[in-house]
């Protein structure tokens, strides 16, 4: 159990360990380009180690200091067969994005993962993957781990996406890598694009034109040296955090501004929190920048379909900013949610009703009427990083004490989340 008790003062300044989707896609491409490749600010987590170790099993020289990485690129055809199974723990953008990989490649892979990502839907990718000619076995007709996959000479498809999922759209536009000729993905909605973005900084055309995008077999990649920005979904925590303490000030230094990933900054600023991007770099490939943000009345705001896959993983923070603001928030298409390390939906409403807040959902839109007051309880992470995070920030903004039952959860994505929440924490 771990007790959080409400804080008196926030304030400082911080920087951040690196984006973790930027670092999965680092390791990917630098080990498929040619020569080597070097990037500083690499997040050291679970979900990130895990592609790391894939990507060595496969025979790729990664050096790392601190978090520093130099990796030896060995081009499109390097990879080695692994001779074990590619452990994916509980990252699905591991396994999703290097099933995509995979389907490329000659030879035979296993991909095993945790219990909880062995009970995620892998259908989503390994359909398209065969429809380009991967040949993939797992249970129910390859929708969970343990999957084996065999690859080989792919051919390109065009492909509507079922889903908004970054995650589905990175992992066919890498296996257009392998496949001759055109390979087209359509998104319903946008999703986060670093996987483009990079993918251009590698020297590898992708051709954007609103909700399609379009990538040419046999290009190769080259070796770069990049700086990965600060993680915003970490940023998160700490943004609403500074919002909702008293009097708090806080200045977080050279966050990802990537514009596919600052829905949470712009709806918690129509709901009137004093958010202020003071300096933007980067703009040619991944925009960064310092963001300062002061203590705020909120208002309720509804959140639409359209932006949810630009705040997906901020959602269990948006809706305890929600319990805080003046009037009802409304987040309509959250179905997605259902879908990650736990059902968020349920965990979210279950730990913040158990607080006293007025929550709940209606099919895919979760409604909160705000400003009832919240009282310390014990909750449960459900095993999950952000619904974990997220009981600490809350537990942080209210009266008695909050009991949550675990905080290991949180070393998937940010280990070094309480330390930093230390050094900002007044009293
Ligand atoms: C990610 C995409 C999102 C997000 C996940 C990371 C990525 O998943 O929730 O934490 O790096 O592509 P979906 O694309 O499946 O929604």
Not at 6 to 21: A, Q, T
Not at 31 to 60: P, V
Not at 201 to 230: H, S, Y
Request: with cysteine.
């Amino acid at each position: 159990m771990f007790a959080v008790s409400p804080i008196k003062y926030l304030g400082g300044e911080i920087s951040l360990p690196g984006d973790k989707s930027i670092s999965h896609r680092i390791v990917i491409l630098s080990s498929l380009a040619e020569g080597d490749s070097y990037a500083e600010n690499f997040l050291i987590s679970d979900d990130s180690l895990r592609t790391l170790e894939a990507f060595r099993k496969m025979g790729i020289e990664i050096n790392m200091k601190k978090n520093n990485l130099k990796i030896k690129g060995k081009g499109l055809r390097g990879l080695e067969v692994p001779r074990e199974p590619l452990y994916m723990g509980g990252s699905g953008t591991s396994a999703r994005l290097i099933l995509g990989i995979l389907a490329g490649q000659k030879f035979k892979a296993i991909l095993t993962g945790d219990d909880s990502l062995s009970q995620r839907p892998m259908k989503r990718v390994t359909l398209p993957l065969r429809k380009m000619g991967a040949k993939i076995d797992g249970p129910e007709d390859a929708n969970f781990l343990p999957l084996t996959i065999e690859g080989g000479d792919l051919k390109p498809i065009k492909y509507n996406l079922p889903v908004a999922s970054a995650q589905v759209k990175s992992a066919i536009l890498l296996a257009g890598l392998y496949a001759q000729g055109k390979t087209e993905v359509i998104e319903p909605i946008i999703s986060r694009d670093h996987t483009e973005r990079l993918l251009k900084l590698f020297g590898v055309e992708v051709e954007k034109e609103g909700l399609v995008n379009r990538i040419w077999g046999g290009q190769k990649p080259r070796g770069i040296e990049f700086r990965i920005p600060g993680d915003i979904s970490s940023a998160a925590n700490f943004i609403v955090l500074a919002t909702l303490v008293k009097k708090a000030h806080l200045l977080i230094r050279g966050v990802g501004l990537n514009p596919t990933r600052t829905g949470i900054i712009e709806v918690l600023q129509r709901m009137g929190a004093k958010i202020e991007i003071v300096v933007k770099k980067g703009e040619d490939i991944e925009p960064y920048g310092d963001i300062e943000v002061k203590n705020s009345e909120l208002r309720g705001t509804l959140v639409k379909r359209e932006e949810v896959p630009l705040l997906i993983d901020e959602l269990p923070l948006l809706m305890v900013c929600g319990c805080f603001a003046e009037g009802v928030t409304r987040i309509e298409g959250v179905g997605e949610l259902r879908f990650k390390e736990t059902d968020r939906i349920n965990s979210m409403v279950t730990n913040l009703q158990r607080l006293g807040a007025d929550i709940d959902v209606e099919r895919d839109t979760v409604v909160i009427k705000g400003n009832v007051p919240l009282r310390g309880n014990s909750v449960s992470s459900f095993s999950d990083h952000r619904t974990a995070m997220s009981m600490v920030v809350v537990g942080s903004v209210i009266s008695g004490q909050t009991m949550l039952d675990d905080i290991k959860c949180i070393n998937k994505s940010f280990p070094e989340f309480f330390t930093i929440l230390a050094k900002i924490v007044k009293g």
